[in-house]
């Protein structure tokens, strides 16, 4: 019998582990509490449901290709060059065409250990190599990375905060490890998480885009800004790599109630400012809650918490995430991050926050029978 033809996939493709996002539903027709993918309890601004609705009018026209609107929004918000913004669906598009223009067959890229999987799928789908550096205490180590910087080395991926450990490189690290990088090796710094942060010596990654030629930061309107649904992101670049990456992603790659919903939402700073103190309230209240039940949880500078479970006993990582769905509770294993032990927790509504310390209470001190 002749073999099957068709086409063939590039060697290494079917290799790539696909992304698998956390757990939205559960069986059954209850509600659920979710808070495996780091939304915000609050939602998008009424401001940006009010011009989304309106773009309805507009359904049957294609978009303003370069997002000038929504660049000049951002602009004007942060103090930058909107010349020297890209936007695209998603932070995650942005990455990728950062891969696409940067990487290919016998380069190298580098991410720590515990970095964000979508790192991995772009170098690997560019036929590059990923480079792995170990962390010290679940936090991105600059000397790892430094050491592992090669002839080959093109592009260094860090997220600051990081996702899932909720840890992050103060600016000085951030400077060390720009400064100890060849000139020819590009800095991408995902800042997905930096509303939430407030610690004195964070900052986003702008100043090093602005003071050097290698450096990009990423940023996205799905956390703090209630956008997820709509796919929506940014980078703020040097003028000759946002040239780079305007000529190879998709002419019309922003939909119009996006950017509609986008330059809205950036207008209601009010309700970001909302979102962030209910962050920080509820952070430091579940970090302590969960801690004196006896999990332990990575100190988190975003929104959400990486929970620690024990191994044995009937208390780990995998038997807290089925007790927690029979009471219709959501959280995100980790287990393809390298840490199969816990499980990673949304700062979710005041609710939602009690609902989820009253279950783990419960499981931790052996209370509650399985539920059919």
Same mark, same amino acid.
């Given at each position: 019998?002749?073999?099957?033809?068709?086409?063939?996939?590039?060697?290494?493709?079917?290799?790539?582990?696909?992304?698998?996002?956390?757990?939205?539903?559960?069986?059954?027709?209850?509600?659920?509490?979710?808070?495996?993918?780091?939304?915000?309890?609050?939602?998008?601004?009424?401001?940006?449901?009010?011009?989304?609705?309106?773009?309805?009018?507009?359904?049957?026209?294609?978009?303003?290709?370069?997002?000038?609107?929504?660049?000049?929004?951002? !602009?004007?918000?942060?103090?930058?060059?909107?010349?020297?913004?890209?936007?695209?669906?998603?932070?995650?598009?942005?990455?990728?065409?950062? !891969?696409?223009?940067?990487?290919?067959?016998?380069?190298?890229?580098?991410?720590?250990?515990?970095?964000?999987?979508?790192?991995?799928?772009?170098?690997?789908?560019?036929?590059?190599?990923?480079?792995?550096?170990?962390?010290?205490?679940?936090?991105?180590?600059?000397?790892?990375?430094?050491?592992?910087?090669?002839?080959?080395?093109?592009?260094?991926?860090?997220?600051?905060?990081?996702?899932?450990?909720?840890?992050?490189?103060?600016?000085?690290?951030?400077?060390?490890?720009?400064?100890?990088?060849?000139?020819?090796?590009?800095?991408?710094?995902?800042?997905?998480?930096?509303?939430?942060?407030?610690?004195?010596?964070?900052?986003?990654?702008?100043?090093?885009?602005?003071?050097?030629?290698?450096?990009?930061?990423?940023?996205?309107?799905?956390?703090?800004?209630?956008?997820?649904?709509?796919?929506?992101?940014?980078?703020?670049?040097?003028?000759?790599?946002?040239?780079?990456?305007?000529?190879?992603?998709?002419?019309?790659?922003?939909?119009?109630?996006?950017?509609?919903?986008?330059?809205?939402?950036?207008?209601?700073?009010?309700?970001?400012?909302?979102?962030?103190?209910?962050?920080?309230?509820?952070?430091?209240?579940?970090?302590?809650?969960?801690?004196?039940?006896?999990?332990?949880?990575?100190?988190?500078?975003?929104?959400?918490?990486?929970?620690?479970?024990?191994?044995?006993?009937?208390?780990?990582?995998?038997?807290?995430?089925?007790?927690?769905?029979?009471?219709?509770?959501?959280?995100?294993?980790?287990?393809?991050?390298?840490?199969?032990?816990?499980?990673?927790?949304?700062?979710?509504?005041?609710?939602?926050?009690?609902?989820?310390?009253?279950?783990?209470?419960?499981?931790?001190?052996?209370?509650?029978?399985?539920?059919?």
């Amino acid at each position: 019998m002749a073999a099957k033809r068709g086409p063939r996939v590039r060697p290494g493709v079917l290799d790539i582990a696909p992304y698998v996002p956390g757990t939205s539903a559960l069986p059954g027709a209850h509600p659920v509490i979710k808070l495996s993918s780091n939304e915000t309890p609050f939602g998008p601004s009424p401001r940006a449901l009010e011009a989304y609705h309106a773009a309805a009018s507009s359904l049957s026209r294609y978009p303003d290709g370069s997002a000038r609107s929504l660049r000049e929004a951002i !602009a004007k918000l942060y103090g930058l060059d909107a010349g020297r913004i890209v936007c695209g669906a998603g932070s995650d598009e942005v990455l990728n065409l950062l !891969a696409g223009a940067y990487l290919g067959p016998g380069d190298e890229a580098i991410y720590s250990e515990h970095g964000f999987l979508v790192y991995r799928i772009a170098i690997l789908a560019r036929g590059a190599t990923p480079v792995v550096a170990p962390e010290t205490d679940l936090t991105a180590n600059v000397d790892a990375i430094l050491a592992r910087v090669s002839p080959a080395t093109r592009l260094v991926f860090i997220a600051n905060p990081n996702n899932p450990t909720g840890t992050y490189l103060a600016f000085d690290e951030v400077k060390r490890l720009r400064a100890g990088l060849p000139d020819d090796v590009l800095l991408v710094l995902d800042a997905a998480y930096a509303e939430y942060v407030r610690k004195n010596d964070y900052e986003t990654g702008i100043e090093l885009v602005a003071t050097t030629d290698n450096t990009v930061m990423t940023r996205t309107f799905s956390k703090i800004y209630g956008l997820a649904y709509l796919r929506l992101g940014w980078a703020y670049c040097p003028t000759e790599i946002a040239d780079a990456l305007n000529r190879i992603r998709g002419p019309f790659n922003v939909s119009g109630p996006a950017i509609a919903a986008g330059v809205a939402a950036l207008a209601d700073q009010a309700w970001v400012e909302r979102a962030v103190e209910h962050n920080e309230v509820w952070r430091s209240r579940m970090t302590e809650a969960l801690a004196a039940i006896g999990i332990g949880v990575t100190p988190s500078a975003a929104n959400f918490l990486l929970l620690h479970f024990p191994k044995g006993n009937g208390r780990s990582a995998p038997e807290a995430d089925r007790f927690l769905h029979e009471r219709r509770i959501i959280l995100r294993r980790v287990g393809e991050y390298g840490l199969p032990d816990a499980l990673r927790m949304t700062i979710g509504s005041e609710e939602e926050n009690r609902a989820v310390i009253g279950a783990l209470t419960s499981f931790m001190r052996g209370n509650g029978a399985a539920r059919s």
